[in-house]
């Protein structure tokens, strides 16, 4: 029988009902099949909360954060529960030492990532790092970024470069206390500083204000990220990719990634016409090393193609630059909210470095105890990412005495695990950094995950959030505008793969006066 025919005997309307009717029987049926091949009398499967046919536990996650929801959920069904969204399982991870079972006893199984639109897109057909399954090339990758751009060979430039513009930034807040009592956005300060800093040490040049056809590379950025997000065909793989196109998801991500590869392109492109590369060591920055990587002389290390290039400056742009804006404003929050800890951190400071100096020095920071105290603690309040990124299982396993299979993505929660009170003792919503004076965290905090997929910049980044706090409290006092009251600030929280502050952070700053 002809299409037209089909369409003639029965009402368009009728049609798509029946159709409707079939994909969800079939569903159904899959679901029953599937949850019968796990049969709980052979395996001992983790806690479930009910979930539909179709969508899973999606509906569990309406109307809060999903960091939230899962954390209110494992307060029901234990620190290890299954949790079906749409067609993909997950395991939900919410105590420490669960966390300790994936992130380092069966690391090795709970090292891959899986798969989505996104990022395979994104990621150069998984060239890059982050988001790539664990592979040969992914772990030379992070060889690579470890000992060329994060690593002890390049912290001398990487110390001038953070000391420079540091310097920039508190002459350009002098500037700002003319006419007084005017608030200052520190997101965008911090924002401006960090990308500033990042470019020079990774790329060599000031790319942020670098002209590319297309918009700014802050939006190209942000858009980057929101699509690593997901997208429905990620969770429902026949509708999902139909809902995609249909709703111009596909089309957006599309674009994302064309202006994401044009910026790229760009500074790939500038390196290439650079002499430097046939010159000084220490004249080379990060995208340098990495062309010579990809040369056809290189016999000395793993060869990159040029996708493999891009990928690595992505994941540069995309984890490096966020992560620590996004902590600086959190931390700058909590230290101006509780007006003891920022008194107690600005007296370490003025006293240990004296009235002698315009800016502080990196090797000023070393010996100031409660200073990493704060950061730590903002750490444990506020991680970044909230859920990490997910953990794919390899292969059956048993986590917590429950058996878990492959293809199973472990979403660890950093954001609820640093603040449970049976972990952290009654004050756990406090800011109260001297509990670091007695604690020995092990898996108790994990803002930075851990194992074969812990973030390789895990030792570095703290050390830049330190030195910038150290220099905007040296120099500065902070009170929050309109005659609000400092423990008054707005601290509500916003975004899934970032977590960060929803109203954006604006200080009054003074000069601090010494006296004689
Ligand atoms: C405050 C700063 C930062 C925080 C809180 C942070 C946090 C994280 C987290 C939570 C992960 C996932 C870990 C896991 O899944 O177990 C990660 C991975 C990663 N981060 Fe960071 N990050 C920061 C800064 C940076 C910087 C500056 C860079 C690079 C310049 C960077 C590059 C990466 C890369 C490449 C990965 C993927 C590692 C892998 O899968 O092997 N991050 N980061």
């Known amino acids: 029988m002809k299409i037209f025919t089909i369409f003639t005997i029965f009402p368009s309307w009728l049609l798509v009902t029946l159709l409707a009717s079939l994909f969800f029987i079939f569903y159904t049926f899959l679901h029953i099949n599937l949850k019968s091949k796990n049969n709980p009398s052979i395996y001992n499967l983790p806690p479930n909360p009910p979930n539909l046919p179709i969508i899973g536990n999606f509906h569990q996650l309406l109307g809060k954060p999903r960091h939230q929801a899962l954390w209110q959920l494992s307060k029901q069904y234990g620190p290890v529960l299954q949790f079906q969204m749409g067609s993909k399982p997950f395991l939900i991870i919410s105590s420490p030492i669960m966390a300790k079972q994936i992130l380092k006893t069966q690391d090795h199984i709970f090292c891959s990532r899986p798969f989505s639109k996104a990022t395979q897109r994104i990621t150069y057909n998984y060239s890059d790092i982050a988001f790539s399954p664990q592979s040969h090339h992914r772990r030379e990758m992070r060889k690579i970024l470890v000992s060329d751009l994060l690593g002890p060979k390049r912290s001398r430039v990487f110390n001038n470069v953070l000391v420079t513009e540091i310097e920039t930034m508190v002459r350009e807040l002098a500037l700002r206390l003319r006419p007084p009592n005017v608030a200052v956005n520190l997101n965008e300060l911090f924002i401006a500083t960090v990308k500033e800093v990042v470019c020079k040490v990774a790329f060599g040049g000031d790319y942020r204000r670098q002209p590319v056809n297309g918009p700014s590379w802050e939006v190209v950025v942000d858009e980057a990220q929101e699509m690593l997000g997901g997208s429905v065909g990620d969770f429902f793989p026949w509708a999902g990719r139909v809902i995609d196109r249909v709703s111009g998801w596909s089309r957006r991500m599309e674009r994302c990634f064309t202006n994401l590869d044009a910026y790229i392109e760009t500074v790939i492109d500038d390196h290439r016409k650079d002499q430097r590369v046939e010159d000084d060591d220490d004249d080379k920055d990060f995208v340098h090393v990495l062309l010579e990587l990809s040369s056809e002389d290189n016999d000395s290390g793993y060869r990159l193609t040029k996708e493999d290039i891009k990928a690595l400056i992505m994941n540069v742009l995309t984890g490096g630059v966020d992560t620590t804006v996004v902590t600086l404003v959190w931390a700058?929050?909590?230290?101006?909210?509780?007006?003891?800890?920022?008194?107690?951190?600005?007296?370490?400071?003025?006293?240990?470095?004296?009235?002698?100096?315009?800016?502080?020095?990196?090797?000023?920071?070393?010996?100031?105890?409660?200073?990493?105290m704060v950061v730590k603690e903002t750490f444990r309040i506020h991680p970044p990412a909230p859920l990490l990124i997910p953990h794919e299982c390899m292969s059956h396993c048993q986590v917590g005495g429950y058996d878990v299979f492959p293809g199973t993505s472990a979403l660890i929660n950093a954001w609820g695990i640093g603040r449970d009170p049976s972990v952290w003792g009654e004050n756990a919503g406090e800011f109260y950094p001297e509990r670091f004076e007695k604690f020995e965290v092990d898996f108790e905090?994990?803002?930075?995950?851990?194992?074969?997929?812990?973030?390789?910049?895990?030792?570095?980044?703290?050390?830049?959030?330190?030195?910038?706090?150290?220099?905007?409290?040296?120099?500065?006092?902070?009170?929050?505008?309109?005659?609000?009251?400092?423990?008054?600030?707005?601290?509500?929280?916003?975004?899934?793969?970032?977590?960060?502050?929803?109203?954006?952070?604006?200080?009054?700053?003074?000069?601090y006066k010494w006296k004689d």
């Open 332 to 372: 700058m929050s909590e230290i101006v909210r509780n007006v003891r800890v920022m008194k107690k951190l600005q007296t370490e400071i003025r006293n240990h470095t004296g009235r002698r100096k315009q800016k502080l020095d990196i090797s000023d920071i070393t010996e100031m105890t409660y200073l990493k």
């Open 445 to 511: 905090m994990v803002p930075f995950g851990g194992g074969r997929r812990s973030c390789p910049a895990m030792n570095s980044a703290p050390v830049t959030i330190e030195f910038v706090i150290a220099n905007l409290l040296y120099g500065f006092d902070w009170e929050v505008p309109n005659g609000v009251k400092n423990e008054d600030l707005n601290m509500e929280d916003e975004g899934t793969l970032i977590l960060r502050k929803k109203v954006p952070l604006c200080l009054v700053p003074t000069k």
